[in-house]
Nanobody, 114 residues
Framework: QVRLVESGGGLVQPGGSLRLSCTASASIFNIRTMGWYRQAPGKQRELVARITGGGSTDYADSVKGRVTISRDNGKSTVYLQMNNLKLEDTAVYYC????????WGQGTEVTVSS
């Protein structure tokens, strides 16, 4: 069973930056399209960014131009660099395959507040 471990969240002011990391416990991760999802309080989980095994990326309109997804297959890790954070980015962030395939990890909480 592949285990996903997210980290890097925290409390940040509007306009700030964070870099999230997600590490998988198995290299099967490397051949799959991976994505970052988020779930804000009272809302459904949504996909915000994805990256194919070859490195092609795609972003939700709500984050386009402010976030960058990347991956290091040698480390079985996917990253999400988040810049110019907004209040509405507050959520728990998760990584998983796209479409979702692995069991969800515990997520990492991002709180944007002044």
């Amino acid at each position: 069973q592949v285990r996903l471990v997210e980290s890097g969240g925290g409390l940040v002011q509007p306009g700030g930056s964070l870099r999230l990391s997600c590490t998988a416990s198995a290299s099967i991760f490397n051949i799959r399209t991976m994505g970052w999802y988020r779930q804000a309080p009272g809302k459904q989980r949504e996909l915000v960014a994805r990256i194919t095994g070859g490195g092609s990326t795609d972003y939700a309109d709500s984050v386009k131009g402010r976030v960058t997804i990347s991956r290091d297959n040698g480390k079985s890790t996917v990253y999400l660099q988040m810049n110019n954070l907004k209040l509405e980015d507050t959520a728990v962030y998760y990584c998983n395959a796209v479409p979702q395939f692995f069991r969800w990890g515990q997520g990492t909480e991002v709180t944007v507040s002044s």
